[in-house]
């Protein structure tokens, strides 16, 4: 993603003492919230929900074959890809993901996204991606995928979803393409009649970075429940939209109830750190947050420090382990070639099985150190000796 937003410049210490004062007397999902605060004012990337590698599930490999049936431009640099199957896709809810996988320049290829798609759209679903620089895979689809073309795809997954009948009011925030599940989100409501209270506050750069700006506009005019505001960095747009970043006092002015909204965040991390910021100044209940990142700052590799011996069954080979480096591109360095698609600790494709060692997953701060357990190596150092079933 090429958006960069605002980060409130928030004291940690101040973030982390509240964090840890609140969440003595809170229970479970409260505290697990509280914790992915903490975790995002350290520069790491947090889900909502998300499940352990033990919970991970077997519906992450691309395996069911979907044909392109449209494209569509949304903006100058971002396509949705339309598509069909067989046999429809399992049930999902809005804001769920699938991994793709196609060949690219003659390279197996595995991605997450998210659908657009409402899931009451049963025929057919799609993805939006945005072309990102240098992305091998968004540049490919953008450049190469056409109707009639086809590709693997895997089941609906994830936890950042909107409930099948949510109530009361709702706050949608998204900066950049991570509008796409929020999308998906506002086209089930608005298909599902929904009459909940809904704001969405959208950030994008300039005007022609807005995805989705038109039917956005023309959900809000044909839905009085849903209001639906712009705020671009430069070149404003005419009318109601704000300017800028999102800030306390535009959140303030535009959401004064926000307190009592159940809020849906999603976008590149600066912007989530932004606005978890915002919300923890305005005492936000934690409990009413729910958020997906799409990038993961992986720098605590390098914070950790870790320079362990670290092996891989497959080759027999141990590797003294670069103190910068997950396991997974420990492993490509390595020349293996590791099932991988979102390499941010979502979709669990690279799962893999830990002989001995123990292990730190970076997102989630969970230290490994049974034999036997399944890690996930895209977002996992090394902190002991380790050997690996890759
Ligand atoms: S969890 Fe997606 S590649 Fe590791």
Wanted: charged share 20%.
């Amino acid at each position: 993603m090429d958006i960069t937003t605002n980060t409130t410049d928030v004291s940690k210490h101040e973030i982390n003492s509240v964090v840890e004062t609140i969440s003595g007397s809170l229970g479970n999902t409260v505290r697990r919230t509280l914790t992915q605060l903490k975790a995002l004012t350290t520069d790491r990337l947090q889900l909502n929900n998300a499940p352990t590698a033990e919970s991970v599930n077997d519906t992450a490999s691309p395996h069911i074959l979907a044909t392109v049936i449209r494209t569509t431009l949304e903006t100058h640099d971002t396509k949705s890809y339309f598509f069909s199957t067989e046999t429809p896709l399992k049930p999902y809810k809005a804001g769920a993901h699938i991994n793709i996988e196609f060949t690219a320049n003659g390279d197996r290829v595995v991605r997450t996204y998210t659908l657009s798609s409402s899931p009451k759209t049963a025929d057919e679903f799609s993805i939006t991606v945005k072309r990102v620089n240098h992305g091998v895979a968004s540049n490919w689809l953008f450049d190469h995928l056409t109707p009639g073309d086809q590709i693997n795809v895997s089941q609906p997954q994830g936890s950042f979803v909107l409930p099948y009948q949510p109530a009361g009011k709702l706050l949608m925030l998204s900066a950049g393409s991570g509008i796409t599940p929020v999308m998906s989100m506002l086209r089930y409501l608005s298909q599902t009649g929904n009459r909940s209270d809904i704001v969405f506050l959208n950030y994008a750069q300039s005007p022609s970075d807005i995805i989705f700006h038109d039917e956005l506009t023309a959900l809000a005019k044909s839905h009085p429940n849903l209001s639906i505001l712009f705020s671009v960095e430069r070149e404003a747009l005419s009318g109601e939209s704000l300017e800028g970043r999102i800030n306390e006092k535009q959140v303030s002015e535009v959401v004064p109830d926000i307190l009592e909204r159940e809020i849906y965040l999603c976008g590149p991390q600066p912007f989530m750190k932004a606005t978890i910021s915002i919300l923890n100044k305005l005492e936000f209940n934690p409990a009413q947050l729910h958020l997906e990142n799409f990038t993961a700052d992986l720098s605590g590799a390098a914070e950790l420090g870790y320079s362990a011996e670290l092996s891989f069954t497959s080759i027999n080979k141990a590797v003294q382990a670069a103190s910068s480096k997950t396991i997974l591109e420990e492993a490509e360095a390595a020349g293996l070639n590791p099932a991988a698609a979102c390499r941010i600790g979502i979709c669990k494709t690279c799962r893999c099985k830990k002989q001995s060692g123990t292990t730190v997953n970076l997102v989630t701060g969970e230290v490994s150190t049974e034999e036997g357990d399944y890690i996930l190596p895209c977002v996992s150092v090394a902190k002991t000796a380790t050997t690996v079933e890759l």
